[in-house]
């Protein structure tokens, strides 16, 4: 049989598959529906240990096969058939896993956990947002602008939710389900009361640290409501603060990300980031704290977490300079931001001059952030930043700040 043929059958099991278990049924609707996110499933949509005829492919030829498709398709809609590999039954799976690099290493995303893992340190991810101001929901796209036929790749939604006190941006890997007791949720940004200080929460804890429960607990479900295989916690990860400019007298808006899972010597010559490797199992996962009958209120779990002490990485925004002849503030965006607009910005890391940090990597520009069009905006980002924390970083830039500009 030859290898066209080979990926040709993969392509016509995708449907089959999505019919084996419940969960497969809600993930191949979630391929066929253009507005959810195509990146491959994390959780295997089927029984993990039940093999079909594709099982028995000798080793050595499905190590080839599969990574002769992946080596192959490199962008989507063509990448999916990778999907489709990892598809096919637990042997497929495992071979994908282990030839499939992570965004830093190759540059391209294909899992869900690729969405909260480094970019590359070349050249960053290129994607842009689409603002939809009636239901105020904000869709990351993978590509370099949006296509005419509408077929772009979703990567992430998030839903503004105004509230008394904040403002919040849950964010989740489908634009229809931002429930934090569904499987799509994965993080929320949330704002202080004046939106000058923003605090980003994940809902898997830091792969490389050991979590430590403080602070206080705040509930909008009992314990019997939560999920088994939904995490019910979440772990503040990062702050996005804006300085205070209520004379406006100093220029566009200042801010500043201090990235608490991202330590400072992920730059330095050697270091490296945080890298989670997939999504926790349900047996995994941090258990709810348990209350008593008479305590459990219709209120949900979200408790806040901290890491062990470290220096983290810390990012500004890069100053813009005063162009005479336009009379503007500017800065150099490559082409890749085309409107003025107060939302635009650079983030370059933080770096001390005793910290000996090389001149190159103090200039590289880790997250940028700009308008294009109506309502389009154009994200790019770099190592160390995962798309999910990018994401988050650019939505505080979408919440109202009078105080700050």
């Known amino acids: 049989m030859s290898f066209k043929c080979i990926v040709r059958e993969l392509k016509e099991m995708k449907d089959g598959i999505g019919s084996i278990s419940r969960r497969g049924e809600v993930e191949g609707r979630h391929w066929r529906n253009r507005t959810r996110t195509h990146i491959a499933p994390d959780v295997v949509p089927f029984d993990p240990d039940q093999q079909g005829q594709w099982a028995n492919i000798p080793p050595e030829l499905l190590l080839d096969i599969v990574r002769r498709v992946e080596e192959s398709e490199t962008s989507f809609p063509a990448r999916t058939s990778v999907v489709f590999c990892a598809s096919v039954c637990k042997s497929w799976r495992e071979v994908t896993k282990e030839i499939v690099k992570t965004p830093e290493e190759c540059g391209r995303l294909t899992f869900p956990i690729s969405l909260k893992q480094p970019g590359p340190r070349e050249s960053p991810i290129h994607c842009f947002i689409k603002r939809d101001r009636a239901n105020s929901v904000y869709r990351l796209y993978f590509g370099l602008t949006p296509s005419e036929d509408e077929s772009d790749k979703l990567l992430l939604a998030a839903k503004r939710i105004r509230r008394a006190t904040s403002t919040d941006f849950v964010i989740s890997l489908v634009s229809d389900d931002f429930s934090r007791a569904s499987s799509t949720y994965v993080g929320k940004l949330r704002s202080n009361f004046i939106g000058t200080k923003f605090t980003i929460y994940d809902s898997q804890p830091p792969s490389d640290a050991a979590i430590q429960h403080c602070g206080r607990l705040s509930r909008r479900f009992s314990a019997k409501q939560v999920s088994p295989t939904v995490s019910a916690c979440n772990y503040s990860i990062a702050t996005v603060s804006y300085e205070l400019n209520v004379l406006r007298t100093r220029g566009p808006r200042r801010m500043h990300c201090a990235m608490h899972s991202i ?65 503007c503030w500017c800065l150099n965006f490559k082409g890749r931001v085309t409107v003025a607009s107060v939302k635009n910005f650079q983030l370059v890391a933080a770096v001390d001059p005793s910290q000996n940090i090389p001149a190159a990597v103090q200039e590289t520009t880790i997250l940028q952030f700009g308008k294009i069009g109506k309502d389009i905006f154009t994200m790019d980002y770099c190592y160390p930043l995962s798309a999910f924390q990018a994401f988050a970083i650019c939505l505080s830039s979408f919440d109202t700040k009078p105080a700050c500009e």
């Open 263 to 327: 330590p400072f010597s992920s730059i330095q010559e050697g270091g490296s980031a945080p890298t989670p490797t997939s999504f926790p199992h349900s047996d995994e996962r941090p258990s709810p704290l348990l209350v008593s009958k008479a305590q459990e209120p219709a209120v949900n779990i979200s408790s806040t977490v901290s890491v062990p002490s470290r220096e983290p990485l810390v990012l500004k925004n890069k100053a813009p300079r005063w162009h005479e002849q336009l009379q």
